[in-house]
Nanobody, 126 residues
C-alpha cells in the first residue's frame, strides 16, 4: 500500500507562484512514474503533469506548459510541482498520484494511477 500526502496549496494573486509537495510512503518511491492532476469546482479531474521513475522525462498539459515544472527527489520520497505565473483558471484541488499501470513515462489516463493523495487546494485570485 502506498500513502501520499500533498501540501503547499493556498491563496495567491494572479501572477504569483506556489510550490506543491507530495511525500510518499509504503513502497519504493523510484519504482513508479508519478503525476499531478487537478479538479476545479463542477469540472472533471484533469491531467496536469507527469514524470518518469528517475525524473528524466516529463510531460505537461498544454495549459500549464512553460509555467509549471514537475520534479522529484527520490532520496526524499517527494514529488514537487513548481507553479509560476498563476492564473485564475488554475484554481483547483491538486492531487498527486502513482502510476502503477504504465511501464515507462507517466500516463495522462487517470485509470493508470492506483494511489492518490488527499489533495491540496490552490486558489488564484484575480
Amino acid at each position: 500500500q502506498v500513502q501520499l500526502v500533498e501540501s503547499g496549496g493556498g491563496l495567491v494573486q494572479a501572477g504569483g507562484s506556489l510550490r506543491l509537495s507530495c511525500v510518499a510512503s509504503g513502497r519504493t518511491f523510484s519504482s513508479y512514474s508519478m503525476g499531478w492532476f487537478r479538479q476545479a469546482p463542477g469540472k472533471e479531474r484533469e491531467f496536469v503533469a507527469g514524470i518518469s521513475r528517475m525524473g528524466g522525462s516529463t510531460g505537461y498539459h498544454a495549459s500549464v506548459k512553460g509555467r509549471f515544472t514537475i520534479s522529484r527527489d527520490n532520496a526524499k520520497n517527494t514529488l514537487y510541482l513548481q507553479m509560476s505565473s498563476l492564473k485564475p483558471e488554475d484554481t483547483a484541488v491538486y492531487y498527486c498520484a502513482v502510476d502503477t499501470g504504465s511501464v515507462f513515462m507517466a500516463s495522462v489516463a487517470q485509470d493508470e494511477y492506483e494511489y492518490w493523495g488527499q489533495g491540496t487546494r490552490v486558489t488564484v485570485s484575480s
